[in-house]
């Protein structure tokens, strides 16, 4: 090593490479010093005795950063608050060691992915979530987060940067369309919804990180982060006149030669307000008209029990049964099967566009549907209990609640909430709804 001198930009500059490591020291901060490597890159590095010091413990030393990056004042700064924080027993060396250690953003999401994934209703964790719902949601945290923040260790992101992060989202910054092979393509979209969904499975994705023992992580940073995580779109529902477009549009494609399949199950997404692949995917065995219910084995909350309209069970009994050679009684267990293999029918999606378009009435969402009957229900004068029993937002609790379904209260209520959307969707005038009554006194 040479003689101590105060390391200037001209003085490390002019300092030439001898075939070998050596270090020249500053003659104003202890330890602080540039490393020169045989090819003549050099390095600002500090070393320095951990705190208690003392002869007897031995010399650590740290790199601050490149000597063509870090002007020789920038560095020094640096090496002055690196021995300020060590005087007072920080020890910087075990610190990055443990950051380096830590784990970052992209591999706690593919940690979430294996061991995470619950259902998070407030601060209460509940169910796996659904194949497809777990896949959407990886799918965003893959193609918005990761590419953003991913590198990031977890410990450092702070609310700034998820801030930040839905800035970045909703501004597009993430959006790409990529051709991957043979008519497959990754379409990803930003925009203001996309912000609001990726950080709530974030903000889901730092709960479960918090509550994991082997994860380093005291809180979520998405918490304190100002940025509106309520999704403002779910308040949309049809006036019956625009039902009645609906049922229009079906009548309609009917005639043109449109699937009936699809076309049904439209009718029944209206009459039922259960969600999309609760009737898409619906089986024989899970339609009670006997008990005046559809009892459904898996949905979103589990199962679930949903009573059934007088015009919903009237439709579903003019269904015919299809054909399956593969079955022992040789029909389909499938409401709707599908055309072609063994699954139920995938095409709603297609012929949703097509019903939407013609009725005029763009941005509509099959789920549009089941805010429109809990919204009818509503404004009929129903209690939110049996608008709920209606909609199936609590789970069934066992067999025997349903055992007399037909004469329940909520089959009535069903009954009542969907009449005018069946007549609106068969062209009628629907029946006008009365107020209620003021009760005395």
């Given at each position: 090593?040479?003689?101590?001198?105060?390391?200037?930009?001209s003085?490390?500059?002019a300092?030439?490479?001898?075939?070998?490591?050596f270090?020249i020291?500053?003659?104003?901060?202890?330890?602080?010093?540039?490393?020169?490597?045989p090819?003549?890159?050099?390095?600002?590095?500090?070393?320095?005795r951990?705190?208690?010091g003392g002869?007897?413990?031995?010399?650590?030393?740290?790199?601050?950063?490149?000597?063509?990056?870090?002007?020789?004042?920038?560095?020094r700064?640096?090496?002055?608050?690196?021995?300020?924080d060590?005087?007072?027993?920080?020890?910087?060396?075990?610190?990055?060691?443990?950051?380096?250690?830590?784990?970052?953003?992209?591999?706690?999401?593919?940690?979430?992915?294996k061991?995470?994934?619950?259902?998070?209703?407030?601060?209460?964790?509940?169910?796996?979530?659904?194949?497809?719902?777990?896949?959407?949601?990886?799918?965003?945290?893959?193609?918005h987060v990761?590419?953003?923040?991913?590198?990031?260790?977890?410990?450092e992101?702070?609310?700034?940067?998820?801030e930040?992060?839905?800035?970045?989202?909703?501004?597009?910054?993430?959006?790409?369309?990529?051709?991957?092979?043979?008519?497959?393509?990754i379409?990803?979209?930003?925009?203001?919804?996309?912000?609001?969904?990726?950080?709530?499975?974030l903000?889901?994705?730092?709960?479960?990180?918090?509550?994991?023992?082997s994860?380093?992580v005291?809180?979520?940073?998405?918490?304190?982060?100002?940025?509106?995580?309520?999704?403002?779109?779910?308040?949309?529902?049809?006036?019956l006149?625009?039902?009645?477009r609906?049922?229009?549009?079906?009548?309609?494609?009917?005639?043109?030669?449109?699937n009936?399949?699809?076309?049904?199950?439209?009718?029944?997404w209206?009459?039922?307000?259960?969600?999309?692949d609760?009737?898409?995917?619906?089986?024989w065995?899970?339609?009670?008209?006997?008990l005046?219910?559809?009892?459904?084995?898996?949905?979103?909350?589990?199962?679930?029990?949903?009573?059934?309209?007088?015009?919903?069970?009237?439709?579903?009994?003019?269904?015919?049964?299809?054909?399956?050679?593969?079955?022992?009684?040789?029909?389909?267990?499938?409401v709707?099967?599908?055309s072609?293999?063994?699954?139920?029918?995938?095409?709603?999606k297609?012929?949703?566009?097509?019903?939407?378009?013609?009725?005029?009435l763009?941005?509509?969402?099959?789920?549009?549907?089941?805010?429109?009957?809990?919204?009818?229900?509503?404004?009929?004068?129903?209690?939110?209990?049996?608008?709920?029993?209606?909609?199936?937002?609590?789970?069934?609790?066992?067999?025997?609640?349903?055992a007399?379904?037909?004469?329940?209260?909520?089959?009535?209520?069903?009954?009542?909430?969907?009449?005018?959307?069946?007549?609106?969707?068969?062209?009628?005038?629907p029946?006008?709804?009365?107020?209620?009554?003021?009760?005395?006194?």
């Amino acid at each position: 090593m040479s003689r101590a001198k105060k390391l200037t930009k001209s003085v490390v500059d002019a300092i030439a490479p001898t075939g070998k490591i050596f270090r020249i020291f500053d003659s104003e901060v202890s330890g602080f010093c540039v490393r020169v490597s045989p090819s003549g890159d050099k390095l600002w590095q500090l070393e320095f005795r951990p705190f208690p010091g003392g002869r007897g413990v031995a010399v650590k030393r740290m790199t601050l950063g490149a000597a063509n990056v870090l002007t020789p004042d920038d560095a020094r700064k640096t090496a002055q608050k690196t021995l300020a924080d060590v005087a007072k027993g920080v020890d910087p060396v075990a610190d990055k060691i443990a950051k380096r250690r830590e784990m970052t953003i992209g591999s706690l999401i593919d940690l979430y992915e294996k061991e995470g994934c619950m259902v998070q209703r407030g601060s209460r964790i509940g169910q796996p979530m659904k194949a497809r719902n777990k896949a959407y949601t990886i799918s965003g945290l893959r193609h918005h987060v990761i590419p953003l923040i991913g590198d990031m260790r977890i410990s450092e992101v702070t609310s700034a940067d998820i801030e930040q992060l839905v800035r970045d989202i909703a501004g597009g910054k993430t959006a790409k369309d990529v051709k991957i092979g043979p008519r497959q393509r990754i379409i990803v979209k930003g925009g203001d919804g996309a912000a609001r969904k990726v950080v709530r499975n974030l903000s889901a994705v730092f709960t479960f990180a918090i509550r994991e023992p082997s994860v380093p992580v005291m809180k979520n940073p998405c918490n304190d982060a100002r940025v509106n995580k309520v999704d403002g779109r779910r308040t949309r529902f049809l006036t019956l006149e625009e039902v009645g477009r609906i049922g229009a549009a079906l009548d309609e494609l009917e005639v043109d030669g449109c699937n009936p399949k699809a076309l049904d199950i439209v009718r029944v997404w209206a009459l039922t307000g259960c969600r999309r692949d609760e009737i898409a995917a619906l089986k024989w065995s899970e339609v009670r008209l006997d008990l005046g219910c559809l009892v459904l084995d898996d949905t979103k909350t589990g199962k679930s029990v949903r009573p059934l309209a007088a015009s919903a069970a009237a439709l579903l009994t003019t269904l015919p049964r299809y054909a399956d050679a593969d079955q022992l009684d040789g029909l389909s267990p499938w409401v709707f099967p599908a055309s072609s293999g063994k699954s139920h029918y995938q095409g709603t999606k297609r012929v949703w566009r097509r019903v939407t378009t013609k009725a005029g009435l763009p941005g509509v969402t099959p789920h549009t549907l089941r805010h429109t009957l809990g919204s009818i229900a509503v404004s009929s004068g129903q209690a939110l209990p049996m608008v709920g029993a209606i909609l199936g937002h609590k789970d069934a609790r066992s067999t025997a609640i349903y055992a007399h379904m037909q004469q329940s209260p909520a089959v009535k209520a069903a009954t009542r909430a969907a009449g005018g959307i069946a007549a609106a969707l068969s062209g009628k005038t629907p029946g006008k709804l009365l107020p209620m009554k003021k009760r005395a006194g």
